[in-house]
Nanobody
């Protein structure tokens, strides 16, 4: 069974940075994509960043473009989200995903339990 464990969340002041990590385990195939979603209280869940593992292409939400960077360490089966220039609007629970791609969700897709990011002004 695929498992994803996030870490690295916390509280930071506006303008600060955080790096989220997501350790993946329990899969023996090569996933199509890995990514990050977030959900703030009272708001819909939104995709933040996505990386296709085959070619390394990435896509970002407009709201984080230029500030967030997704990366993948294949050897460690860990995906990262570097978040810079954080604003209070980035406050949310952040979830790591595997095989939840644009327009396609794999049969072995999975979500992590989430890690909280809180940005104060």
């Amino acid at each position: 069974r695929v498992q994803l464990v996030e870490s690295g969340g916390g509280s930071v002041q506006a303008g600060g940075s955080l790096r989220l990590s997501c350790a993946a385990s329990g899969y023996t195939y090569s996933p199509n994509c890995m990514g990050w979603f977030r959900q703030a209280p009272g708001k819909e869940r939104e995709g933040v960043a996505l990386m296709y593992t085959g070619g390394g292409s990435t896509t970002y939400a407009d709201s984080v473009q230029g500030r967030f960077t997704i990366s993948l360490d294949n050897a460690e089966k860990t995906v990262y989200l570097q978040m810079n220039s954080l604003t209070p609007d980035d406050t949310a629970m952040y979830y790591c995903t595997i095989d939840v791609c644009l327009g396609w969700v794999g049969p072995d897709s999975a979500w992590g339990q989430g890690t909280q990011v809180t940005v104060s002004s």
